[in-house]
Nanobody
Framework: QVQLVESGGGLVQPGGSLRLSCAAS????????IGWFRQAPGKERERVSC????????NYADSVKGRFTISRDNAKNTVYLQMNSLKPEDTAVYYC??????????WGQGTQGTVSS
């Protein structure tokens, strides 16, 4: 059974940092592209970042470019999202996502990140 579990959320002041983790079981993450999404209250879920499997290339939403970094540790079967210079508008529930080669989609339960003074 495939399971994605996010952790690392919390409350941080503007300008602070959080490091989110997405730990997988039942599937080797190294063979799949992994995405981080977020959903703020009253807003649609949006993609924040993605890391590809084949070459490890990454991409970011314009709103987080230069502040967030996605990475993976295949030995730990975990993907990370380092979030620096956080702003109140980064407040959201953050989810990791994977789509396997059979077209099945997997989401974690989410982790809340709150940026507030």
């Amino acid at each position: 059974q495939v399971q994605l579990v996010e952790s690392g959320g919390g409350l941080v002041q503007p300008g602070g940092s959080l490091r989110l983790s997405c730990a997988a079981s039942g599937i080797p993450l190294e063979y799949y592209a992994i995405g981080w999404f977020r959903q703020a209250p009253g807003k649609e879920r949006e993609r924040v970042s993605c890391i590809n499997a084949d070459d490890g290339s990454t991409n970011y939403a314009d709103s987080v470019k230069g502040r967030f970094t996605i990475s993976r540790d295949n030995a730990k079967n975990t993907v990370y999202l380092q979030m620096n210079s956080l702003k109140p508008e980064d407040t959201a529930v953050y989810y990791c996502y994977l789509s396997d080669y059979g077209g099945r989609n997997y989401w974690g339960q989410g982790t809340q990140g709150t940026v507030s003074s």
